[in-house]
C-alpha cells in the first residue's frame, strides 16, 4: 500500500491534469476556505491556462501519480526548482478523497527526497493550509518541520493562511 509511480505531465496530459485538479480541489477545498476562495484558486492556480502558464513560463514539472497495484491516477503533484535557494518547492500534493490516508503522499516525498538528491539540491519546502490539519499532520510525519507562517493575499479579498514546511535533503 502506498507504493507509487509518478508519470510526468505532458501537453498531451495537461488537460487531462486540470480536470483532475478540478475534482480534487471541489471534492476537498470548499469545507475549509468556502466555495468561494475554492473556486477563485481553482481559476487562478489549478485551471488549464494557469497550469500552462506555470509549465511555460516557471518552470514548473507536474507528476500524475499513479498506483503501482494497478495503475489507476490516485492524485497528483508539481513544483518547481528554486536555483537561488538549492531547493525545490513543491507547490501541489493533492490526493483524490479516497485515495487518501494511503500513505502515497508519503511515497510522493520520497520522490522528492530522491530528486533533491539527483539534482543536488539541499532541500525541499512547501506551504499548507494553517487549518488543513490532514495535511500538517502527513508532512510532519514525512519529515518536515515549520520554518514560517504567511497571510498571503492572492487578490478579490482572499487570503492564504499557511504555514512553511521544510524538509533538508541529505
Known sequence: MGTVVLEAVTSETV????ELAHEIWFEYWPSLIGAD???YMVDRFQSLPAIERDM??????YWFVRAVDDGRIV???GGYVEPETNRFF???IYLLASERGKHFASAVVSFYERLCRERGLSAMYLTV?????????????NGFSVIDAVETDIGQGFIMDDYI??????
Do not use: F
Not at 511555460?56 to 514539472?61: F, I, L, N, Q, T
Not at 493550509?129 to 510525519?141: E, M, P, Q
Not at 514546511?165 to 541529505?170: A, D, G, L, R
Open 15 to 18: 488537460s487531462a491534469l486540470a
Open 37 to 39: 476562495q475554492t473556486s
Open 56 to 61: 511555460r513560463d516557471h518552470a514548473y514539472e
Open 75 to 77: 492524485g497528483y503533484t
Open 90 to 92: 513543491i507547490s501541489k
Open 129 to 141: 493550509n494553517k487549518g488543513n490539519d490532514l495535511g500538517v499532520r502527513a508532512y510532519r510525519g
Open 165 to 170: 514546511m521544510e524538509k533538508c535533503v541529505k
